[in-house]
Structures are given as C-alpha cells and as structure tokens.
C-alpha cells in the first residue's frame, strides 16, 4: 500500500464520507491533512477541490482524495491543474485502472453514489495498484503539463 503523505477535501454532501476515510487511512499508518470541509453545512464544492487540487500540482503532496455528492463537480475542478491527473471512481475496476493506466494521483468519488464500505474498499485498491509505466507514461506525457500552473 502506499504510504505516503495525502490531502483529503470534501464538501457537505461527503463530509460523512470524509471522516470516515481519514479514520482507515490513520489506521493504516496514512498521514492525511484534511483541507475541510469541517461540517455538513452547505458548502461549495471548488472551494475545497481547488485547495487539494493546488497541493497536489504544486507537488506539496503526491495523491490526494476529493469527494462530492456525484464526485463530478470535484473531477471538474481537480482536472483544471497542471500535473493533476484526478480519477472519478465509484467502482473499484475504474479505480484500479486509473492507478494501472492513468497514474491517479487524485480519486474522487461521489458520497452520495456509493456506500462508505465500498468507498474505503475504492481507497484501498487505488492506494495498492501500481502504475504500469511505459506507453502509458508515454501517452500521460503528452497532456501532463496542460493546466493551470500554482
Ligand atoms: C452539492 O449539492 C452537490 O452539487 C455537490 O456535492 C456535487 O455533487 C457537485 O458536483
């Protein structure tokens, strides 16, 4: 499993989610810096997408979760920045393939799509697969510096 250091964000509809990820993460030995949001008040999405999305791009952390009612709102956001490559998944197939094929480095996933047993079985598949490389990186190389730069 990867260890290394992630940001976490959400917005009201997946507060619950939130907390409920960063409790597994911490058991696993998963240092997470949680961005907000810190109620189910509502909240607007990109507020939060744009802080996690800009510590990932600015390499201040290698992965980080975003989660939303769909998730979409989050994806849209996430995938504005340079570097980020964040991956909608509400099935553990997407997840694994994004990690195989697309080198995640952002899942988002919806709260108000999937149940919390299935979102932390998400996490954990995307936090054990490991990127394939080769033509892959070759292909992630042709849209990896597009975006907005922080
Ligand atoms: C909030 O109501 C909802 O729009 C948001 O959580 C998300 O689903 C947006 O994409």
Same mark, same amino acid.
């Given at each position: 499993? +990867?260890?290394?250091?992630?940001?976490? @964000?959400?917005?009201? =509809?997946?507060?619950?989610?939130?907390?409920?990820?960063?409790?597994?993460?911490?058991? +696993? #030995?998963?240092?997470?810096?949680?961005? @907000?949001?810190?109620?189910?008040?509502? !909240?607007?999405?990109?507020?939060?997408?744009?802080?996690? $999305?800009?510590? !990932?791009? $600015?390499?201040?952390?290698?992965?980080?979760?975003?989660?939303?009612?769909?998730?979409? @709102?989050?994806?849209?956001? $996430?995938? *504005?920045?340079?570097?980020? /490559?964040?991956?909608?998944?509400?099935?553990?197939?997407?997840?694994?393939?994004? /990690?195989?094929?697309? +080198?995640?480095?952002?899942? !988002?996933?919806? #709260? *108000?799509?999937?149940?919390? !047993?299935? =979102?932390?079985?998400?996490?954990?598949?995307?936090?054990?697969?490991?990127?394939? #490389? @080769? *033509?892959?990186? =070759? *292909?992630?190389?042709?849209?990896?510096?597009? #975006?907005?730069?922080?």
């Amino acid at each position: 499993m +990867n260890k290394s250091p992630l940001v976490i @964000g959400s917005d009201h =509809a997946a507060y619950q989610l939130k907390e409920k990820i960063k409790i597994f993460l911490v058991e +696993n #030995g998963i240092v997470v810096e949680d961005m @907000g949001a810190q109620s189910e008040s509502s !909240v607007d999405y990109p507020d939060y997408g744009i802080k996690v $999305a800009s510590l !990932v791009s $600015a390499g201040k952390f290698d992965r980080g979760i975003l989660l939303c009612g769909t998730g979409l @709102g989050m994806s849209m956001v $996430a995938n *504005r920045f340079s570097n980020v /490559r964040a991956a909608l998944c509400n099935d553990l197939f997407s997840a694994i393939m994004s /990690r195989r094929h697309n +080198n995640s480095n952002v899942l !988002v996933m919806g #709260g *108000r799509v999937i149940g919390d !047993v299935l =979102a932390i079985e998400i996490v954990k598949a995307w936090l054990e697969t490991q990127f394939e #490389g @080769g *033509r892959h990186q =070759a *292909r992630l190389d042709k849209f990896n510096g597009m #975006g907005k730069n922080v």
